[in-house]
C-alpha cells in the first residue's frame, strides 16, 4: 500500500480511537505539556504558525520531539543554530548567515518538509504529516511496530526503535513523548480543538483495555505511616519505576520518603510546575506515580440535610457578597463595611485598629444564621485564637486539627473556617469554599491577593492549601 494520506487516514482514525495514553508516562506528559503551552513559548510558536499556516500546537509538538524545547536549535533536528545543520537535513536553512534565530530556521524546516502546503490539519493529517516529517522507516521496513514519533507512551507502541541511522532494536524503547500522545493531551486539557476525518470502527466506543490505576486514598501518606497497604501500593510502584524505595513493607520509612523526594525533583503536576519535593505522597505526587485518572476530580461533598445545610450554603452566599469591600482608607483597618464587622462582633471600630479577619467570619455567620433562622454559632470573639479555644469544646461544632486535616484533607468541607496562628499570639481565619485535592478557595476579610501581610480588604484566594493551615478547621454548620 502507498504511503499516501488516502491510503492511510483511516488507520489513523482507528489507532487514535484505540489509543490510552500510559499511567507510568503521565508525569512526563504533563511537564512537557506545561513547556509547551507556556505563554511565552507558546507566543513563539504562534509567530511562525501566522508566517507558515502550520498550527501552533503542531510546531510545538515538533519542537519537542525535535529539539527538546530549546529555542537555540534547529527545528529541522536540533542541531544548533549557530551554523546550519549537520545532520539530516543537512545545510538548512540555504540561506541567509548563521547565527540564525529560531523563526527562521523553524519556517525554514515547514517549508522543507511541506507543511506549509497543507490547508486542512486535521488528527487523522497531523499524524500523516508527522510521520512523513520522521520518515516512513518503521512502516516500511517493521511493519508490526507503530512509529514511537507517534505513539510512543501509549498502548500502540510496545517497543522497538532505530537506535542510530539504519541501526535498529527490537528491544530498545522509546524514551521520547510520541506526538499524537501529546496532541490527544493537549486536546483533553483544552488547549485546543482539532476535528477528524477518518472513519474509526463502529461501534465499540472504548475499545482496548484501559489500564486500571490506583485512586488517590484521600489522605496523605508521610514519613512514619506503618502497616498501610496504599504506602506498599506506592512502593511498588518506585520500585517498577526504577526508584529504589527499600523494602516493600507498608510502612513510610527514611528510604521511601527520600525515593519519593527523588520522584518528585524528577516531576511536575498537571499545569507543568514542579512539585514540592517534601517526601509526602499528596494528590499530586500520587497522579505523578499512577496518571490524573487516579486522583478524582473536584470533591463534591454532599450537604447534611435539615438547618445545618442551609446554613452552611446561606454562610458562602453571603461571604461571596461581600467580595470586594476594602479599607478606607486601605490599611486603616477602617471603612462604613469593615466598621459594621467589627461592631458586629461587639467591638467599637473608633476606639482601637482591630484586626478584623474574625469579626468577617462572625458577620457572615450572623447573617446566615438569620435568614436561616438559627442561632450563630461561632464564638462571639475578635481574636484568632480566642475563637478557635472557645470552638472546641462547642457542642455541634466539627473540629479538624491541622495534623489530622494534613492526613486526610478529605476532612476539610465547604463552610468551614480555617484558623491560622501568625506568631506573637497573632492569627489569621476565614472561610472554606471549596476543597480540591487539598487546594482551597477560600473568602477572607483583613487579606489581600498580592503575598504581602497587609490586609486591606475582603477577597476570594486560590493560594491556599490544606497543608499550610497550622491550627486547622472548623465546621459549625
Keep these: 500500500m502507498a504511503n499516501t494520506f488516502s491510503a492511510l ?11 490510552r495514553l500510559r499511567p507510568e508516562r503521565m508525569a512526563e506528559i504533563q511537564y512537557i505539556f ?30 519537542n520531539l525535535e529539539a527538546g524545547r530549546r529555542f537555540d536549535c534547529h527545528l529541522h533536528n536540533g542541531d544548533p543554530l549557530t551554523a546550519r545543520t549537520t545532520h539530516v537535513p543537512k545545510n538548512r536553512p540555504p540561506h541567509g548567515n548563521p547565527p540564525f534565530t529560531w523563526e527562521e530556521s523553524a519556517k ?27 520518515g516512513f522507516g518503521y512502516r516500511n521496513n517493521h511493519p508490526n511496530v507503530k512509529s514511537p514519533y507517534l505513539w510512543s507512551y501509549s498502548n500502540i507502541y510496545v517497543s522497538g526503535k532505530y537506535i542510530a541511522d539504519g541501526s535498529w532494536s527490537e528491544t530498545a524503547v522509546s524514551d521520547q513523548c510520541g506526538a499524537m500522545v501529546m496532541l490527544r493531551y493537549m486536546i483533553d486539557q483544552g488547549a485546543m480543538t482539532v476535528p477528524s476525518e477518518g472513519t474509526a470502527p463502529q461501534p465499540d466506543p472504548s475499545p482496548g483495555p484501559v489500564p486500571s490505576v490506583p485512586i488517590f486514598p484521600g489522605y496523605y501518606l508521610r514519613l512514619g505511616v506503618e502497616n498501610d497497604h496504599n504506602v506498599e501500593i506506592v512502593q511498588r510502584r518506585l520500585r517498577d519505576i526504577g526508584i529504589d524505595p527499600g523494602p516493600i513493607d507498608s510502612s513510610y520509612g527514611a528510604r521511601t520518603k ?26 499530586n505526587t500520587w497522579a505523578a506515580l499512577f496518571g490524573p485518572a487516579s486522583v478524582p476530580g473536584p470533591d463534591v461533598h454532599p450537604t447534611p440535610a435539615g438547618p445545618q445545610s442551609s446554613l452552611v450554603t446561606a454562610v458562602l452566599d453571603v461571604a461571596a457578597g461581600e467580595v470586594g469591600v476594602l479599607e478606607q482608607p486601605l490599611g486603616s483597618n477602617r471603612g462604613p463595611r469593615v466598621d459594621e464587622y467589627i461592631r458586629n462582633c461587639g467591638l467599637d471600630p473608633a476606639a482601637d485598629s482591630y484586626p478584623w479577619c474574625m469579626c468577617f467570619v462572625f458577620f457572615c455567620y450572623t447573617q446566615a444564621a ?11 470573639n475578635a481574636s484568632v485564637h480566642g475563637a ?65 501581610s497587609e490586609g486591606i480588604g475582603v477577597f476570594r484566594r486560590t493560594a491556599r492549601r490544606v497543608a499550610g493551615i497550622n491550627m486547622g478547621f472548623v465546621g459549625y454548620g
Design 108 to 134: 525554514d524546516a515547514l517549508e522543507f518538509d511541506g507543511l506549509t502546503g497543507v490547508t486542512s490539519w486535521t488528527i487523522e493529517r497531523i499524524a500523516f504529516e508527522l510521520e512523513k516529517f520522521n
Design 258 to 283: 527520600m525515593a519519593v523526594q527523588l520522584l518528585q525533583a524528577r516531576s511536575a503536576d498537571s499545569a507543568g510546575a514542579p512539585l514540592e519535593i517534601d517526601g509526602i505522597v499528596g494528590p
Design 370 to 380: 438569620q435568614r436561616v433562622g438559627v442561632p450563630n454559632p461561632v464564638p462571639k
Design 34 to 63: 506545561g513547556k509547551l503551552t507556556n505563554p511565552a513559548n507558546k507566543a513563539r510558536y504562534q509567530t511562525v504558525q501566522g508566517s507558515t499556516g502550520v498550527p501552533w500546537y503542531v510546531i510545538a509538538i515538533i519542537h
Design 388 to 452: 478557635w479555644d472557645a470552638s472546641q469544646n462547642k457542642p455541634n461544632v466539627t473540629v479538624v486539627q491541622s495534623e489530622t486535616a494534613q492526613s486526610n484533607p478529605s476532612l476539610v468541607k465547604p463552610g468551614m473556617v480555617f484558623f491560622i496562628d501568625t506568631g506573637h499570639s497573632h492569627g489569621h481565619a476565614g472561610i472554606v469554599v471549596a476543597n480540591i485535592n487539598g487546594s482551597l478557595e477560600t473568602i477572607e476579610g483583613n487579606t489581600n491577593t498580592n503575598g504581602s
Design 9 to 19: 487516514k483511516d488507520e489513523y482514525a482507528t489507532l487514535w480511537h484505540a489509543m
